[in-house]
C-alpha cells in the first residue's frame, strides 16, 4: 500500500497565496491530480500531471512538484475558493489509486 | 460530458446492489472509467476502475472479490455489482471518467438494518 498526506486544514484570508501540500514516497514517480470539492457536491479537476490547469479553472490555481511532495497553490485566494481538496495518483503499478485524506481550505 | 449515476439506495447488510453510470457526448469506448466514493463526513476513497476494453479491473483491497466493475459499451454504461455489502461501504458513490476530469453527481447507498 501506500499513503498520501495531507494537512487537514488551511487557512488564509482573502488575497493571500494558499499552500496545500501532499506528500508521499510514490509522488517521486508518479503524477499528482488536485480536486476542488464543495460541500455536498461532486469534485473537480483543478490540476493534472502535477502542474497542468484544465479549463475553465482560474489562473490563480497552480501546481508544483518537488522530490516526494506536490503543492497546489491558489494565488490570492477567494472566498469562493473555500473547499476541501485532494491529492489523488497511483501506485508504482500505475493499477491502484488513492485519495490523500482532505485539505480544509478556509478563506476568511 | 455527462455522467448520470443511478441504483443506490438502502440494502441490509449482506445483500446487494448494482449502480449504473450512464455516460453521454463522449466516446465512452475509449476511456477508463472509474468508481469512487465517499461515506459520510469522509474523505473521497478510489474504489475500481477499468480499461476502455474492459479487459483489466483495479479493485480496492477491501472492496476486492465483493464488487465488480464492468462496462458495456454499445450501451455507453459502467456498472458496480456490490454483494456482501457491509456497513462501512455506506458512502455516495460517484462513477468519473479516466483521472476525474468529469464525475456524477453521485449516488447514495446506505447499509443499515
Known amino acids: 500500500s501506500f499513503e498520501l498526506t495531507q494537512p487537514p486544514s488551511v487557512s488564509v484570508s482573502p488575497g493571500q497565496t494558499a499552500r496545500i501540500t501532499c506528500s508521499g514516497d510514490?509522488?517521486?514517480?508518479?503524477?499528482a491530480y488536485w480536486y476542488r470539492q464543495k460541500s455536498g457536491q461532486a469534485p473537480v479537476l483543478v490540476i493534472y500531471e502535477d502542474t497542468k490547469r484544465p479549463s475553465g479553472i482560474p489562473e490563480r490555481f497552480s501546481g508544483s512538484s518537488s522530490g516526494t511532495g506536490v503543492t497546489l497553490t491558489i494565488s490570492g485566494a477567494q472566498v469562493e475558493d473555500e473547499a476541501d481538496y485532494y491529492c489523488?495518483?497511483?501506485?508504482?503499478?500505475?493499477?491502484?489509486?488513492?485519495f490523500g485524506g482532505g485539505t480544509q481550505l478556509t478563506v476568511l | 460530458v455527462q455522467l448520470v449515476e443511478s441504483g443506490g439506495g438502502l440494502v441490509q447488510p449482506g445483500g446487494s446492489l448494482r449502480l449504473s453510470c450512464a455516460a453521454s457526448?463522449?466516446?465512452?469506448?475509449?476511456?477508463?472509467m472509474t468508481w469512487v466514493r465517499q461515506a459520510p463526513g469522509k474523505g473521497l476513497e478510489w474504489v475500481a476502475n477499468?480499461?476502455?476494453?474492459?479487459?483489466?479491473?483495479y479493485y480496492l483491497d477491501s472492496v476486492k472479490g465483493r464488487f465488480t466493475i464492468s462496462r458495456d459499451n454499445a450501451k455507453n454504461s459502467l456498472y458496480l455489482q456490490m454483494n456482501s455489502l457491509r456497513a462501512e461501504d455506506t458512502a455516495i458513490y460517484y462513477c468519473?471518467?479516466?483521472?476525474?476530469?468529469?464525475w456524477g453527481q453521485g449516488t447514495l447507498v446506505t447499509v443499515s438494518s
Open positions: 477499468i480499461k476502455p476494453d474492459g479487459s483489466e479491473k
Open positions: 457526448r463522449f466516446t465512452f469506448s475509449t476511456y477508463w
Open positions: 489523488y495518483s497511483s501506485d508504482s503499478s500505475g493499477n491502484h489509486w488513492m
Open positions: 468519473g471518467r479516466d483521472l476525474g476530469d468529469y
Open positions: 510514490v509522488l517521486s514517480k508518479k503524477y
